[in-house]
């Protein structure tokens, strides 16, 4: 077992801490997190001050200071010349809830049922498997833009340009589904790119996907009703509809999409989430007959359809394909998409298209659940739209992207070699930002994303994508973030690490 000097060490060590906040201040948080996790338990007695210093190499001063401020807060208390122990939290909080308040009642929030967590059920739930925090974007991090080409000076300019024009009433809550001049501007790009059908009408601006899926989760189903995915799913949407307590039904994608099966009929779902331009993460791209059969069913099964078309601007080969939305005659589908590729993941500007009967639905929940605001963002946006600068720079960073997959491309294939061939498949499709290394049954992908990560390579394993068990697995290697230096450079680590599964 670990001694406490071990454990109030390794939290300090594996703690993201502001780099300035003072070593007392670490020494007390790691402690009260300890406590708080019951890693420390009540009556533990903690090491002397000295010997604590000593183990952590730190001045016994400060180690004080941590015991003095954790006393103070009833988290420890000191027994004359015995020793510092761990206070009974739990019987603070029943003596509080008895007698008013205890001598040594912790002010921090006490664990309600002794999970550790000062967390509703739901809450404890949620947070469980969270993705953690975001640290920097190693090589091959799947699915993310190289926002370091943005056009900063140009977005400044529009932006000072939107700032001098002082209008107060873009310093308002966004209304009415968003800064109109902005719905119009996507309005006419998804009718001229993606073959959308749309009025201006059916636009909301949203803070993305992320947003966009809980609305509709939100809006259109019940606690416990069905939803469809695709197996393997995004975990982002996926994560949206356990919150909102869906019932989350996989269905198998094949090269063609989601591909449905009598057990699969014989479900009703709610919601139906699909990723048709780009399958993420497998890329495909859903068939015409699919397409098709996906519409009909969702008429016959009264669901609706959540299109998610998160990166059809990176098409490399060919005009980009037409949207799932622009087959529909039965206003089944709400189309979304995000400018958190295009632009910059920060942005946080989505928009959803919803059929016209729920249009009024949709803004007034999206008013009152949200409160959406940074108009002047918009109005930033919606120039760089209307003055075509979105255009140019869609150009340019999809042939900046359409190298860089080129490259990792040939350079995976000159170092696998011949055993490519027989074993290992690269995706072919030419598009979005990451591709797929498919490999053997046999390989454990999970065990090669971790010797990757080994070499500062963050890919990550296809199979952990599934909900059911995985039936392909590979490796998800994005592109778009990593320079051709980077890729010439970590494309053969990679292909070191693949020979080595793969063997
Ligand atoms: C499938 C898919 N949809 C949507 C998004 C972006 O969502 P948001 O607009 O919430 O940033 C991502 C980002 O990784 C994605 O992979």
Redesign the pocket.
């Known amino acids: 077992m670990l001694s406490t000097s071990d454990l109030l060490a390794h939290t300090l060590a594996e703690t993201d801490f502001h780099p300035r906040l003072p070593q007392q201040r670490r020494l007390y948080e790691a402690a009260k997190a300890a406590i708080h996790k019951q890693q420390l338990g009540a009556g533990s007695k903690l090491p002397s001050s000295r010997d604590l210093a000593r183990d952590l190499g730190i001045s016994r001063n400060t180690v004080i200071a941590a015991f003095e401020q954790l006393a103070a807060e009833g988290y420890v208390h000191s027994e004359l010349g015995s020793g510092t122990y761990v206070s009974d939290l739990q019987a603070h909080s029943a003596s509080m809830r008895g007698v008013g308040s205890a001598p040594h009642s912790p002010r921090a929030a006490v664990p309600s049922s002794g999970g550790g967590m000062p967390l509703s059920h739901r809450g404890q739930a949620l947070t469980s498997f969270a993705a953690g925090p975001r640290f920097e974007i190693q090589p091959f991090a799947p ?2 833009a190289d926002f370091s080409s943005f056009p900063f000076k140009l977005w400044q300019r529009l932006q000072n340009r939107v700032w001098r024009e002082a209008r107060a009433d873009l310093l308002d809550y966004g209304q009415s589904g968003g800064y109109l001049p902005l719905r119009q501007a996507i309005t006419e790009y998804l009718r001229i790119s993606r073959s959308v059908k749309v009025q201006v009408e059916q636009v909301m601006i ?8 809980d609305l509709c989760a939100q809006l259109l189903a019940d606690v416990g009703d069905t939803a469809w995915v695709e197996d393997p799913c ?1 975990w ?2 996926r994560r949206v509809f356990e919150a909102r307590e869906l019932k989350l039904h996989p269905i198998t994608v094949d090269s063609d999409g989601m591909a449905l099966e009598e057990a699969d009929l014989a479900t009703t779902p709610k919601l139906i989430y699909v ?1 048709p331009s780009h399958q ?2 497998t890329g495909a791209v859903m068939s015409l007959t699919r397409r098709r059969e996906l519409l009909d069913v969702a008429v016959r099964k009264d669901a609706w359809i959540l299109e ?1 078309d ?2 059809s601007e990176f098409r490399y080969t060919g005009r980009p394909l037409a949207a799932l939305q622009g087959l529909d005659n039965d206003d089944r589908v709400l189309y ?6 295009v632009l910059y ?1 920060g942005i ?3 928009y959803l298209v919803v059929p016209p009967a729920l249009i009024n639905g949709f803004k007034s929940a999206l008013y009152d659940l949200q409160r959406p605001g940074q108009l002047m963002v918009q109005a930033a946006l919606a120039d760089f739209i209307a003055l075509g600068h979105f255009t140019t720079h869609i150009r340019k960073i999809r042939q900046t992207y359409g190298a860089r997959r080129e490259l990792l491309r040939r350079t995976l294939v000159h170092q696998l070699g011949s055993q490519l061939a027989q074993t290992v498949t690269i995706s072919s499709e030419e598009s979005g930002l990451h591709l797929v290394v498919e490999l053997p049954d046999r390989v454990d992908d999970v065990a090669l994303e971790k010797l990757a990560a080994e070499s500062g390579i963050q890919v990550k394993a296809l199979s952990t994508y599934y909900l059911a068990p995985p039936v392909r697995r590979g490796l998800l290697v994005g592109y778009a973030y990593c320079t051709p230096e980077k890729i010439a450079y970590y494309g053969r680590l990679l292909a070191a690490v693949i020979q080595s599964g793969v063997r």
């Open positions: 699915g993310d949203t803070s993305g996907t992320q947003q966009s899926l995004y982002g949407a990723t993420y993460p998610d998160y990166d979304m998409g995000t400018f958190s590729k993941p946080k500007i989505g």
